[in-house]
């Protein structure tokens, strides 16, 4: 369960965040839908805690991000953006690296690790080193480095981009799994219709605030709109947004 | 304690996978000081030897003028050389550099030597020079000897012992031992030293915190259940660790290599035998989590992988200048001095090779004054580290 209220965040002069509200419950897949720039990521980093906000609370099964920030990442899975990989390593020493600083006990660690390995189909390329994987088999083995302790939340930032067709269908159904062991799922996008077929919930966000959120089928109402791409055009210039 | 060791074992592996950059680092600066070292000596042992044992050609206008003298010059391993006219080519064939000196005998010059005159002879030289200096030296003290010479039998002659007009005797003793000697040339090593020391550990310094984040695996790390200082201290611990596997294969390779130098030519015995290195090891110990802290600081404040190769070159450049002034003002080792690290070690290792007494407190203050100082940027390190800053 993630809940975001009223969060601002400056850089320098920009106002890059001002005044996003929303919640992500669990057992749901929540999506960050806005343009490019919008405060999607900056958002997503507050909560798994690598920023600050300036004013505003965040927290993550009631652990604050600024007060309790260690909590708050125990129970939290992150996949920030363009995720980098360790190239020396094998893809195995990559996620049990991760296992290990997240505190995974020793005699469950192996069986963990094994775990996700299955779960993310990554067995064939495991015991390789990662440097020259393929855009595809990278965001797996960072998304199961993410996942190897087992978080109730997860964020993923862009998890998409990059990938090709079959890569993003198994990710995709990955997701979905997820979603029905009752975990709540965060992530961002600039793409419609990939928000359209996968989330439960959408935020759309613009200008650093949230232009309207709610399910599909409410903010096909409350905007007026016969699909959603018309949908996040209105919703976003009530926003004043410039294009 | 646990994240500490993970990071650190993960950094390690991940180093020693990187073969070429492992072999740089463990290779290059190791092996860059006493290769350098060895030319340097080499050289000068050369030069030492070859002037002091090679017969020297002296030109001489008006040889025929001087019999005697050209003999006396004969004995003492120097041919003359004819074929300059007179005062003016000699002046200019050394200007022109075709000789280093000439040595000018006026016509006048035996008659003046009979009538017991002062008899005149010219060296031209250029002093600027100092290969030619070194000559011009050589012929200077066998035309004093030969002055000498003369001038008892002049006395002897007038039944006066040459004894007489020597009042006061001059006996010199060098209190210098041939180790002493050797502190100017071997006062480098320190240099080479804690060069190659920061080499071991400067990848490593800039992977763990520039490369990390132009990789994209810093911001993913930090999102961790781990605290953030802890895994800075990891990472330091893991430069500290070929930091003194460098500085160790240095201390050994300079080892060998002072063996194979023929330093006893230079009447150099620098007292470096294996319980000396594992002395002087021992006092650079501590430098190595400040030179750790050190680059893992500036390399964190760095938005890319070349920037902070750039500044951790001048980083490089940095312990010298204790050392350099240290040379330049020929300072002692002090109380006060004992707490500048690398200044320290340098002037304690000077001791140890000088084969001098160590005075242990001065070992002592230098231990915690460097240690301390390298605790204190590791936890600003630590600090650093919860910025959000630090993701550029």
Known sequence: ???VDDIHKHFGKVHAVRG????APNGRITGLLGPNGAGKSTTLRVLYTVLKPDAGAASIDGKDVVTESLEARRV?????HGSGLYPHLSARENILYYARLCGVPRNKIDEQVDGIIELLDIKDIAHRRTKGFSQGQRTRVALARALVHDPQNIILDEPTNGLDVMATRALRKLILTLKDNGRCILLSSHVMQEVGALCDDIVIIANGQVAISGTADDILN????DDLEEAFVTAIQRTGYDD | MRTVGTVFCKEVLDNIRDRRTLLSALLMGPLFGPVLFAFVINLSIDRAISSAEKTLEVPVVG?????NLQRYLES??????EGLESYETAVESVKLGTHDLVLVIPAEFGEQLRNSLPARIELVSNAADTAAARDANRVRSALQSYSHELASYRLMARGVSPIVVRPISIDEIDVSTSSGRSAILLGMMSYFFIFAMLMGGMYLAIDTTAGERERGSLEPLLALPATRGRLMFGKILAACLFMILALFLSMVSFYFALRFMPLDKLGLTPNFGPQAVLLAFLMFLPFVLLGASL?????SFTKSYKEAQTWLGFLMLLPTLPILVASLLNLRPRTELMFVPSLSQHLLLIDLVKNEPINLLYVLISVLSTLSLGALLAWLCARLYRREGLLG
């Open chain 2, 76 to 81: 003492r391993n120097m041919t003359v050389v």
């Open chain 2, 63 to 67: 040889a025929e003028f001087a019999p």
């Open chain 1, 222 to 225: 409350d905007t007026n709109c």
């Open chain 1, 1 to 3: 369960m993630i809940r």
């Open chain 1, 76 to 80: 939290t899975g992150a996949l920030p």
């Open chain 2, 295 to 299: 680059m893992t600081l500036v390399a």
């Open chain 1, 20 to 23: 996003v509200s929303f919640s």
